[in-house]
């Protein structure tokens, strides 16, 4: 049974649906209730773990294959868990994270089709019993999502220069890991104003406050 005083709130989706937009909204919102939250996100969290992250975002490296992509995922999540996201539960933070395991089961899963029950085993061995308390899942079609990317004129990372039918998996594998877990997940349709976005986001936080 899970020891924690605060809650764990992840945010999901696609490229460019909205998570870090988001983010900041999220915290400004529960801290105006009282509550302490420490923002943080995945791959990353800690200084070993962006290091980790810088190694998979590169596309100018060396290919990864995809056993050390996802050894890698869980290596930085294993830092980050011990490291940031227990110990700020463990004082009663609540723990609003931009990405966590899912992802893992979309990207890695659906995206690159590494077996469901590796991921899994490896959940279990670096998590034990922790899940997030709360994901906001949110969904849009594949290509308003890169389109919103591309118009950030940042430069592609690794993963956002994979083909549309990369894209289309993860959001499926997202769309059912939602209806296996509709207590945690709850989907909200980001196709929308970001005002619209915030009012579903704001009704489901309102949910799990009272
Ligand atoms: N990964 C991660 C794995 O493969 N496995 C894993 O286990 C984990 C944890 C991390 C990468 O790592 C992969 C997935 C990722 O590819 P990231 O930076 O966390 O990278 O993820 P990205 O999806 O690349 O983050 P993005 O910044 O691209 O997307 P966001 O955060 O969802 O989108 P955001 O907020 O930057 O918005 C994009 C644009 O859209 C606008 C924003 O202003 C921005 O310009 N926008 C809207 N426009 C219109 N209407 C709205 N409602 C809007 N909301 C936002």
């Known amino acids: 049974m899970s020891t924690n005083k605060g809650k764990f709130i992840t945010l999901e989706g696609g490229e460019g649906v909205g998570k870090t937009t988001n983010v900041p909204f999220i915290r400004d919102y529960l801290e105006s209730r009282g509550i302490p939250v420490t923002v943080t996100r995945e791959p990353g969290g800690t200084l070993v773990a962006e290091k980790i992250r810088g190694l998979l975002l590169d596309k100018n490296s060396e290919d990864l294959t995809d056993q050390?992509?996802?050894?890698?995922?869980?290596?930085?999540?294993?830092?980050?868990?011990?490291?940031?996201?227990?110990p700020a539960l463990a004082q009663g933070q609540w723990v609003l994270c931009d990405r966590f395991t899912d992802a893992t089961y979309a990207y890695?899963?659906?995206?690159?089709?590494?077996?469901?029950?590796?991921?899994?085993?490896?959940?279990?061995?670096?998590?034990?019993?922790?899940?997030?308390?709360?994901?906001?899942?949110?969904?849009?079609?594949?290509?308003?999502?890169?389109?919103?990317?591309?118009?950030?004129s940042?430069?592609?990372?690794?993963?956002?220069?994979?083909?549309?039918?990369?894209?289309?998996?993860?959001?499926?594998?997202?769309?059912?890991?939602?209806?296996?877990?509709?207590?945690?997940?709850?989907?909200i349709n980001a196709d929308q104003p970001l005002e619209s976005v915030q009012e579903q986001l704001i009704e489901t936080l309102n949910k799990l406050l009272s």
Do not use: C
């Not at 990369?166 to 769309?175: T, W």
């Open 68 to 86: 050390t992509e996802i050894l890698l995922m869980f290596a930085a999540r294993s830092q980050h868990l011990k490291k940031v996201i227990q």
């Open 108 to 152: 890695q899963g659906g995206g690159r089709g590494m077996s469901l029950a590796v991921i899994q085993w490896l959940e279990n061995f670096v998590q034990g019993d922790l899940r997030p308390d709360l994901t906001f899942l949110l969904d849009i079609p594949v290509e308003i999502g890169m389109s919103r990317a591309k118009n950030r």
């Open 154 to 187: 940042v430069e592609l990372d690794r993963f956002e220069s994979e083909h549309s039918q990369f894209f289309d998996r993860i959001r499926q594998v997202y769309l059912q890991q939602a209806q296996h877990y509709p207590a945690r997940i709850k989907v």
